[in-house]
């Protein structure tokens, strides 16, 4: 779920950059150093990663404390050869944006070339708390030039949509999931769509009711050109799944797929029955990666008063017995590649009693070992870290909330396949 050269002064290495060094270990070596990205006067927070398997960009949004009229996207393109990015440039008619770690704004590029940038704005006439509207524009030439504004959703009836994800089509189109306000039970509506030959999401259907109305769903599409949908579902008492056990819903992570390009999906089923009964949103989505034989899956739940991450992999149709892998981490994504899954996520820790956000790279292997890195740096808070793998080589950013100014850091992870 992107390339060019860039004046060095754009770059600032973190503490300690000057001595960039390699650290050997078994299958990984890490570059050692910690770029950051953004302006250090500006508030950056939203990272997001898309790969087309040529190209690379990373987006973020830039918000203002003040006044969020003034929130803009912006992206940069990843160099595959200088491992930098080239300038950082800004979607214009983004400009009054809302701005959400889990809900962030996206920029997808088609392997024509083709930008697609989407992102949510709150109407005017809007006064509900959480509402907000999807909206789409896409570039030609790079980013240099932008078409009109398409609203997503012109159903009236659909005050909202939020929790997208954004994945490339096995045809070169572009697919997109959200969650929407047309619902007709609590919760809101899973919704697919994808782009047609003038690059406009024409074609919309739901294809899962009554989800949890917070999280972020994963759209994710393996190299056998199977789409898989992953998304944290709510389960009332009067509904199937449900365990019988009090009156509060079950949030719990379900999944479904299409073999034929998104024409039909399958009927949804749990990726783990975690029976997670909470009123309530905890605010963390699900990640899916294909390793080249099995479709893994990396979540967060709280249930059974064992909070922390999980991981299954799918077998036929149905999901293995979950493993815990992280008590305290929090927001995972992964990919996959050649047997291996990459997982990241922050895990918070203290020293001297203090609390800390450290992301974390662990490295699952065919065999089932679990080989883990730390790689922001020591004592720093950082959160929501996305990753993408190219030429034996990871690619890791994340926010970091060191400074008064939210930052975007990331890194560069070098594995052996």
């Known amino acids: 779920m992107k390339k060019i050269i860039v004046p060095l002064f754009l770059f600032f290495l973190v503490s300690c950059e000057q001595n960039t060094h390699q650290v050997a270990e078994k299958t990984t070596k890490i570059i050692d150093s910690v770029y950051v990205l953004t302006d250090a006067g500006k508030n950056s927070e939203g990272a997001f990663l898309f790969n087309n398997g040529q190209n690379i960009v990373l987006n973020w949004t830039e918000w203002d404390a003040h006044d969020s009229k003034q929130n803009v996207l912006k992206f940069a393109v990843f160099n595959r050869k200088t491992l930098k990015f080239d300038s950082i440039q800004r979607v214009p008619l983004s400009k009054g944006l809302q701005m959400h770690a889990e809900s962030m704004a996206k920029v997808a590029i088609k392997k024509d070339g083709t930008l697609l940038a989407v992102y949510r704005k709150k109407p005017k006439t809007d006064k509900s708390r959480f509402g907000g509207l999807m909206y789409y524009t896409f570039s030609k030439d790079g980013g240099k030039t932008w078409t009109k504004q398409y609203r997503l959703v012109e159903d009236a009836k659909s005050t909202s949509q939020s929790f997208y994800d954004i994945a490339l089509l096995p045809d070169d189109n572009l697919g997109l999931t959200w969650l929407d306000s047309r619902s007709k039970r609590r919760g809101k509506t899973l919704y697919f769509a994808r782009t047609d030959t003038l690059n406009l999401f024409s074609e919309q259907k739901p294809i899962a009711f009554s989800t949890c109305e917070c999280c972020r769903t994963e759209l994710f599409v393996d190299s056998r050109g199977y789409i898989h949908v992953a998304y944290r579902n709510l389960i009332e008492p009067d509904e199937e799944g449900f365990d019988g056990y009090g009156q509060t819903e079950i949030r719990d992570m379900y999944y479904l797929k299409s073999m034929d390009t998104a024409r039909n999906f399958s009927r949804p089923i749990p990726i783990s029955k975690d029976n997670w009964h909470i009123y309530g949103c905890p605010h963390t989505g699900p990640s899916l990666a294909y ?4 479709l893994g899956a990396v979540w967060f739940t709280a249930a059974r008063n064992k909070p922390g991450l999980f991981f299954t992999l799918y077998e036929s149709d149905y ?3 979950r493993k815990q892998i992280s008590v305290e981490g929090r927001h995972p994504q992964m990919v996959a590649a050649n047997g291996k899954f990459y997982r990241v996520y922050e895990e918070y820790h ?8 450290k ?8 065999d089932g070992s679990v080989q883990q890195k730390e790689i922001s740096q020591p004592q720093t808070k950082n959160n929501h870290a996305v990753l993408t793998l190219f030429d034996d080589k990871l690619l890791i950013a994340w926010a970091n909330d060191d400074t008064r100014h939210p930052k975007i850091l990331y890194k560069i992870v070098e594995v052996e396949q």
């Not at 390793?291 to 099995?294: H, I, L, Q, T």
């Not at 203290?350 to 956000?357: C, P």
């Not at 992301?359 to 065919?366: E, M």
């Open 319 to 321: 999901f293995l017995p």
């Open 291 to 294: 390793d080249g034989n099995k």
């Open 359 to 366: 992301i974390v790279l662990d490295i699952q292997s065919s």
């Open 350 to 357: 203290e020293v001297d009693g203090k609390g800390y956000y």
